[in-house]
């Protein structure tokens, strides 16, 4: 049978900037292969990460040491932390976040130095771990849906889609990975975003930031093209997350991929841009669907 142009919701994540907060919202069926499918496999994650918490089914916490926290039935959160503490006055530039009328390199041109919040280092860094095992298993699961003998799972609306998958690296260090994927409908709605939409994209990204490094210089920018050139950027030599137009995926989306990206902070900033995009144009093609169905109800 032809192959739809879709495939079955596992996973929905949203980042709020308000609070900076990435909420995660699995659908049973990722749960049930997660545990019974040899795709997923999840006992092999917890043998590599023995603190690793997976009990999705209970009102607990989820992942690495219980980063994620249980909000409700199959819904769980993670608030970004400041990853510094005891603010005072940089040494090297004197506070003026300037040296030699370059952004001072001690304190990223906040004027402020600090002290590295262990705690909430270790926090970042679990988050971190999690999203990776989630992302490996996401990337692992969508392929048995198009096995040449299997039925797959047709979704008619689109809340029951996969809209987005993300793939971030095991050790988030120099040379970090993060690649993602977008459903061609997304692309195309994310293309026509709106000013405010895409201040909206940019100002997630800024807002993980600020949290991180508590509120960098705005100097710094954190772009969103969208247009023939579809890019994600934030702070570093080019570091972007740039849809790969030479390669459809699974027919029904297209891969973005990294360039020069340098760490868990910068990962965790091009993954709010990803989510908003996502979560943004969802809100546009659902807004469509209602007004098409009202159209026909007449």
């Known amino acids: 049978m032809p192959l739809p142009n879709t495939i079955p919701r596992f996973l929905t994540m949203d980042y709020d900037p308000d609070t900076t907060t990435f909420r995660l919202v699995f659908d049973e069926r990722f749960l049930t292969e997660a545990e019974t499918s040899p795709n997923g496999n999840i006992s092999v994650h917890k043998a590599q990460f023995p603190t690793l918490i997976w009990s999705p089914r209970t009102n607990g916490d ?9 909000e409700s039935p199959l819904a ?23 040296d030699d009328d370059c952004i001072c390199f001690d304190c990223r041109g906040t004027g402020t130095k600090r002290d590295d919040d262990v705690e909430a280092r270790k926090s970042f860094h679990d988050f971190g771990h999690t999203l990776h095992i989630i992302s490996d298993l996401l990337r692992r699961l969508v392929f048995p849906f198009y096995k040449p003998n299997s039925v797959p799972l047709i979704p008619k609306h689109v809340s029951d889609m996969q809209t987005m998958l993300f793939f971030v690296d095991n050790d988030g260090g120099r040379d970090s990975d993060i690649r993602g994927w977008l459903h061609d409908d997304i692309i195309t709605v994310a293309q026509t975003f709106t000013e405010e939409e895409t201040a909206s994209v940019c100002e997630a990204m800024r807002s993980v930031n600020d949290r991180l490094y508590a509120k960098q210089s705005a100097v710094y920018e954190f772009p969103f093209y969208h247009g023939n050139h579809f890019e994600l950027q934030v702070p570093g030599s080019h570091s972007a997350l740039i849809l790969d137009k030479k390669i459809a995926s699974w027919q029904c989306g297209q891969d973005l991929y990294c360039h020069n990206v340098d760490g868990r902070p910068s990962q965790m900033m091009l993954m709010a841009g990803l989510a908003t995009i996502d979560r943004l144009a969802r809100k546009r093609l659902a807004d469509t669907n209602v007004r098409r169905q009202f159209a026909l109800d007449l």
């Open 76 to 98: 769980y959160r993670y608030t970004l932390p400041c990853l510094f503490k005891n603010p005072r006055s940089c040494p090297k530039c004197g506070g003026t976040g300037y």
């Open 62 to 70: 989820l992942g690495i040491d219980g980063c994620l926290v249980f």
